[in-house]
């Protein structure tokens, strides 16, 4: 475990990762047109370079890892930085074909880089700030969504989406260099946060389905938000990107607070957030034609979501049965799968029964997946003796 500077520094190449994976997933959305003129394909083939992206991370974490899992941290996150740098300058060198290719390379890296990134991190530090680490990664990704997207679409549309990509591969260039020089090269199997530090198969069986359920309800709502704001609660289109803002933003305080309760109260903090969300999204079915009312919702959802990466991440690198790296790729693996999972159930109850009732459906979700957690017991209580009696 590394100290002081070396290891501030060190997370925050990782946290620089973080946000350059997050942006080039989601650059192609706000440059899909432009995209989609100058490689000549239609706008839904051009789509398909986001889904394609999050299909292949879902699908390729878990072996992938586990194929890996030996090579020490610092050379393999090297190595996976250096897949995105040089597959994302390869992606804007020629036609369709170049980019989809390209980006399915990248997707690639990214299946492994979210496996291991939150254990490398934790690894660097005490392990009782694991959860403010863990925190710090992916408030990093966040930081993706809220600054990294939007100011690489406004290059590219005021240069090329080619640049747009080119300025990302720039800051994976930086850090892969922060990476390079600092992360320790220990053997993964080293250090505090390659096993959990209390392990349990039924708590983290727990996790994984409760992921799977609540992203699938999330994003259920989250893929038709446009439509929702527009068409329910009556905004202009110009208005939803400044909603959308409103949702990034209030979701770093999110981030920070759920660092800290992730250390005090782990399971709390898996809570809270499936909770809140519901209770979002549900608001937003029954109140959704009242502007104000959805601005204080959609910033109560932008809280609330991604507290779940964080504090589900955290809770696996205390709950894993084995290595970390594993559990962190099949808890990437389900999320992933969510995301896929909501834009598809989204799409089939948007045609069916309209993009209101969609929002219920997902609030519907969200509290299954909090039914879910509640099936874990309270640490110490009567009820978790008897089950690890048994």
Same mark, same amino acid.
């Given at each position: 475990?590394?100290?002081?500077?070396?290891?501030?520094?060190?997370?925050?190449?990782?946290?620089?990762?973080?946000?350059?994976?997050?942006?080039?997933?989601?650059?192609?959305?706000?440059?899909?047109?432009?995209?989609?003129?100058?490689?000549?394909?239609?706008?839904?083939?051009?789509?398909?370079?986001?889904?394609?992206?999050?299909?292949?991370?879902?699908?390729?974490?878990?072996?992938?890892?586990?194929?890996?899992?030996?090579?020490?941290?610092?050379?393999?996150?090297?190595?996976?930085?250096?897949?995105?740098?040089?597959?994302?300058?390869?992606?804007?060198?020629?036609?369709?074909?170049?980019?989809? =290719?390209?980006?399915? #390379? %990248?997707? $690639?890296? +990214?299946?492994?880089? !979210?496996? @291991?990134?939150?254990? &490398?991190? /934790?690894? *660097?530090?005490?392990?009782?700030?694991?959860?403010?680490?863990?925190?710090?990664?992916?408030?990093?990704?966040?930081?993706?969504?809220?600054? =990294?997207?939007?100011? #690489? %679409?406004? $290059?590219? +549309?005021?240069?090329? !989406?080619? @640049?747009?990509?080119? &300025?990302? /591969?720039? *800051?994976?260039?930086?850090?892969?260099?922060?990476?390079?020089?600092?992360?320790?090269?220990?053997?993964?199997?080293?250090?505090?946060?390659?096993?959990?530090?209390?392990?349990?198969?039924?708590?983290?069986?727990?996790?994984?389905?409760?992921?799977?359920? &609540?992203?699938?309800?999330?994003?259920?709502?989250?893929?038709?938000?446009?439509?929702?704001?527009?068409?329910?609660?009556?905004?202009?289109?110009?208005?939803?990107?400044?909603?959308?803002?409103?949702?990034?933003?209030?979701?770093?305080?999110?981030?920070?607070?759920?660092?800290?309760?992730?250390?005090?109260?782990?399971?709390?903090?898996?809570?809270?957030?499936?909770?809140?969300?519901?209770?979002?999204?549900?608001?937003?079915?029954?109140?959704?034609?009242?502007?104000?009312?959805?601005?204080?919702?959609?910033?109560?959802?932008?809280?609330?979501?991604?507290?779940?990466?964080?504090?589900?991440?955290?809770?696996?690198?205390?709950?894993?049965?084995?290595?970390?790296?594993?559990?962190?790729?099949?808890?990437?693996?389900?999320?992933?799968?969510?995301?896929?999972?909501?834009?598809?159930?989204?799409?089939?109850?948007?045609?069916?029964?309209?993009?209101?009732?969609?929002?219920?459906?997902?609030?519907?979700?969200?509290?299954?997946?909090?039914?879910?957690?509640?099936?874990?017991?309270?640490?110490?209580?009567?009820?978790?003796?008897?089950?690890?009696?048994?």
């Amino acid at each position: 475990m590394r100290t002081g500077t070396g290891s501030v520094v060190a997370l925050g190449a990782l946290m620089l990762a973080a946000f350059s994976y997050l942006t080039v997933e989601l650059l192609p959305v706000g440059l899909l047109p432009s995209i989609a003129r100058d490689v000549g394909v239609s706008l839904p083939a051009a789509g398909l370079l986001v889904t394609g992206y999050g299909l292949t991370v879902a699908v390729a974490s878990l072996p992938l890892t586990h194929l890996l899992r030996r090579i020490p941290r610092r050379y393999l996150l090297s190595g996976l930085l250096a897949v995105f740098v040089a597959a994302t300058c390869v992606s804007v060198t020629g036609g369709y074909g170049v980019l989809f =290719g390209a980006r399915v #390379a %990248t997707a $690639l890296s +990214q299946s492994v880089f !979210w496996s @291991v990134v939150a254990p &490398a991190a /934790a690894a *660097l530090f005490a392990p009782g700030v694991r959860g403010r680490v863990t925190a710090a990664v992916f408030g990093g990704a966040s930081l993706g969504g809220v600054l =990294g997207v939007p100011g #690489a %679409t406004w $290059l590219g +549309q005021q240069t090329s !989406w080619r @640049v747009a990509f080119l &300025a990302v /591969a720039g *800051l994976g260039l930086l850090s892969l260099a922060g990476v390079a020089l600092l992360l320790p090269a220990t053997s993964p199997e080293e250090g505090h946060a390659a096993t959990g530090s209390a392990p349990d198969t039924f708590r983290y069986r727990l996790i994984v389905v409760a992921t799977a359920v &609540a992203v699938t309800g999330v994003y259920a709502a989250y893929t038709y938000i446009a439509p929702f704001l527009t068409d329910v609660s009556g905004f202009t289109a110009r208005s939803v990107s400044v909603l959308l803002l409103i949702y990034g933003v209030a979701g770093l305080g999110g981030v920070a607070a759920s660092g800290v309760l992730a250390d005090r109260a782990p399971r709390a903090a898996t809570l809270a957030p499936v909770a809140i969300l519901a209770a979002a999204l549900l608001g937003l079915h029954l109140f959704g034609t009242a502007r104000a009312v959805t601005v204080a919702l959609v910033a109560l959802w932008g809280f609330a979501m991604p507290q779940i990466p964080t504090t589900f991440q955290s809770r696996v690198l205390q709950v894993a049965p084995g290595n970390t790296d594993i559990a962190s790729a099949v808890l990437s693996a389900m999320f992933n799968l969510g995301i896929a999972a909501g834009a598809f159930v989204g799409g089939l109850l948007l045609s069916g029964v309209g993009v209101r009732s969609t929002y219920l459906a997902a609030a519907l979700l969200l509290t299954v997946a909090l039914l879910i957690l509640l099936r874990e017991p309270v640490p110490g209580s009567r009820r978790d003796t008897s089950r690890l009696r048994s």
